[in-house]
């Protein structure tokens, strides 16, 4: 007997991100992308929290396709900076990663306080429910790059309990620690039992 999978949109044209999260959730779902179900539009993220923005994509989606959805965002929060980054993490500088360190860095030039964290939020809609999953890595920023691995701020990051930055940990490992990893754990965790 073959059982029909069940669909769900991720808003996303992320290739790395859909596949990571198609792994976790296995075999029962089959995992859509924004260019799957057609969706070229650059949907609008003007929120200025991450739970807000992932509801923003998760929602434009259900109302333009119709489809159970959900969607992410994530940024980095650093503690004396009063969770700057956070939402802006992609566009912190105007320019691009390296620019964005080179920012950091510089206004924590000094502090000896580096306490941080990766935060990511997930916004899920399904039939007439919304569910928002959180994970959170907490780490410190250090004072120059390390690593080559990684993207965004990976190579100032340093996770709790580790002596190495997220660039230089790999992805096998930051796949089991990071806050992705555990936002979307709690999504697969309630969808398997829905
Ligand atoms: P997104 O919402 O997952 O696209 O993340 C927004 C921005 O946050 C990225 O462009 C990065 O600057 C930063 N960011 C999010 N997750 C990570 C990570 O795992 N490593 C490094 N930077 C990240």
Redesign the pocket.
């Known amino acids: 007997m073959t059982t029909m999978k069940r669909k769900i949109v991720f808003a996303t044209n992320n290739a790395h991100k859909l596949e990571e999260v198609a792994a976790i959730l296995g075999e029962e779902f089959e995992v859509l992308g924004l260019r799957a179900i057609g969706c070229t539009a650059d949907i609008p993220e003007t929120s200025d929290t991450f739970a807000g923005n992932a509801l923003q994509k998760a929602q434009y989606v259900k109302e333009h396709y119709g489809y159970d959805c959900f969607a ?5 929060e650093v503690d004396v900076l009063d969770g700057a980054p956070g939402v802006y ?2 566009r912190y500088s105007g320019g691009g ?1 390296e620019e ?1 360190m080179t920012k950091l860095l510089h206004k924590l030039t000094g502090k000896s306080e580096r306490g941080a964290q ?1 935060r ?1 939020v997930i916004a899920l809609l399904i039939g007439e429910e919304t569910h928002l999953f959180e994970g959170i890595v907490r780490g410190t920023i250090i004072n120059e790059r390390c690593g080559e691995g ?5 190579p100032i ?1 340093v996770p709790e309990g580790y002596d190495l930055t ?1 660039a230089q940990l790999g992805s096998e490992v ?1 796949n089991r620690i ?3 990893a555990k936002a979307v754990e709690q999504l697969a965790k309630f969808l398997r039992n829905d």
């Not at 992410?72 to 980095?76: E, I, V």
């Not at 990684?150 to 990976?154: A, C, H, N, R, S």
């Open positions: 992410d965002d994530s940024g980095l993490s992609a990663s964005n990766f990511t990684g993207f965004g701020y990976d990051f997220f930051k990071s806050h992705r």
